[in-house]
């Protein structure tokens, strides 16, 4: 039985038991869970190894939690749209004159933060290190020709929403968006969440058990369909975050580096209307606007339909990831999770180094849904 360590509020004794039954199924290798509740800490519990030869993951342990960064990169640009530095229904042209070409000038903000852009994929295939390089990967997007035609169907951009997002980010802020997420969320909120590591943080960080396959072996799909050339134009195997190059690259999409009580205090802040402990990142206006359903189409590179808000996942009737009408959610590779309920002012977060197949979620993220909310009835029967 594996020692689990931290704290958990007694109304919440349920997400221990289900984080705890994780581990006695043999799925984690090591793990960590928050829930926080008007942003207060309900439950902040971590458990097993960092590694695979057993250092244990401690309280300060951290983890690329791949695809979960997204919700950061968005919470980034929300906060321009809250400071009208940027309209969502604006095209990007309008901040990034070159991202015109080849029949994109009408592409919107919007398309970009809905995965509607045309764009999923990188127009030729780039390696890891080339990934690493910010102003390569925005020209190539810049000067690609669309492989549909935007706005009219959803194609989940793996890599390239980030690139999109932090190059409109720079050309109205000054700032890279790994810089502008440090300075403008991460130090106020006091939360320990990196998109680029310092060096000197390297040590902490938990060692990825891979799922045995690349990205580009994740769907089975015609070689020319939308899917196989989006999640083949970057192969990567998991292996990428045990290098410096990929901790300090800032990849907004997929390379951002903490722990589930670092992602539950920044989504904290949402929950709560934008702001927490005083610190504010947003008006509530511009989350419920991020709330609105804007496709439901199915994903072009999931196969499924998503429903889309601006930069989250949201809650459908069809599928319904919580009960609360008003949620804000995405997944990482391999597991991760972050989720945002405003009608509960509540947060689930985990993150892992043994990772799934999984590009959506999977089981040991759902249990510890299901058990946050069961804890939620149950104190209130």
């Known amino acids: 039985m594996v020692l689990i360590n931290g704290s958990c509020a007694e109304d919440f004794l349920l997400v221990r038991d289900a984080f705890e039954a994780n581990f006695d199924s043999g799925e984690e290798l090591g793990a960590s869970v928050a829930v926080t509740l008007d942003g207060k800490n309900m439950v902040d519990l971590w458990a097993g190894s960092r590694t695979a030869e057993g250092e244990p993951w401690e309280e300060n342990t951290i983890v690329n939690v791949y695809s979960t960064t997204k919700t950061m990169a968005s919470i980034c640009m929300l906060m321009l749209a809250d400071r009208q530095l940027i309209d969502f229904s604006s095209p990007v042209v309008k901040y990034w004159p070159e991202f015109g070409s080849n029949g994109k000038s009408e592409v919107l903000v919007r398309h970009v933060m809905t995965h509607q852009t045309g764009c999923s994929g990188f127009p030729r295939v780039i390696t890891a290190d080339e990934l690493y390089d910010h102003e390569l990967c925005a020209s190539l997007l810049a000067g690609m020709e669309p492989w549909w035609e935007p706005g009219t169907a959803p194609g989940y951009h793996a890599l390239t929403q980030g690139t999109m997002q932090a190059e409109i980010l720079r050309r109205v802020d000054g700032r890279t968006l790994g810089t502008f997420f440090s300075?403008?969320?991460?130090?106020?909120?006091?939360?320990?969440?990196?998109?680029?590591?310092?060096?000197?943080?390297?040590?902490?960080?938990?060692?990825?058990?891979?799922?045995?396959?690349?990205?580009?072996?994740?769907?089975?799909?015609?070689?020319?369909?939308?899917?196989?050339?989006?999640?083949?134009?970057?192969?990567?195997?998991?292996?990428?975050?045990?290098?410096?190059?990929?901790r300090q690259a800032e990849?907004?999409?997929?390379?951002?580096?903490?722990?589930?009580?670092?992602?539950?205090?920044?989504?904290?802040?949402?929950?709560?209307?934008?702001?927490?402990?005083?610190?504010?990142?947003?008006?509530?206006?511009?989350?419920?606007?991020?709330?609105?359903?804007?496709?439901?189409?199915?994903?072009?590179?999931?196969?499924?339909?998503?429903?889309?808000?601006?930069?989250?996942?949201?809650?459908?009737?069809?599928?319904?990831?919580?009960?609360?009408?008003?949620?804000?959610?995405?997944?990482?590779?391999?597991?991760?999770?972050?989720?945002?309920?405003?009608?509960?002012?509540?947060t689930i977060s985990y993150s892992m180094n043994r990772m799934a197949p999984g590009l959506v979620g999977d089981s040991r993220a759902f249990n510890l849904i299901a058990a946050t909310y069961a804890a939620l009835e149950k104190e209130r029967s």
């Open 183 to 246: 300075e403008e969320v991460a130090r106020p909120l006091g939360a320990d969440f990196h998109i680029g590591l310092p060096i000197s943080e390297g040590h902490r960080v938990a060692e990825l058990e891979t799922p045995g396959r690349g990205v580009d072996e994740m769907v089975e799909a015609e070689v020319d369909s939308v899917a196989s050339k989006t999640l083949k134009s970057c192969v990567i195997d998991g292996t990428e975050p045990a290098t410096t190059k990929w």
């Open 251 to 346: 990849i907004p999409a997929a390379g951002g580096i903490g722990n589930a009580r670092s992602i539950s205090r920044i989504h904290s802040a949402i929950a709560c209307g934008g702001s927490v402990d005083g610190v504010r990142l947003m008006g509530s206006s511009i989350i419920q606007d991020a709330l609105q359903r804007r496709t439901f189409e199915r994903d072009l590179v999931l196969g499924m339909g998503v429903p889309y808000g601006t930069g989250f996942g949201i809650n459908h009737e069809r599928v319904p990831l919580t009960p609360s009408e008003n949620t804000l959610y995405w997944f990482g590779w391999g597991g991760s999770l972050g989720v945002m309920d405003m009608d509960e002012r509540l």
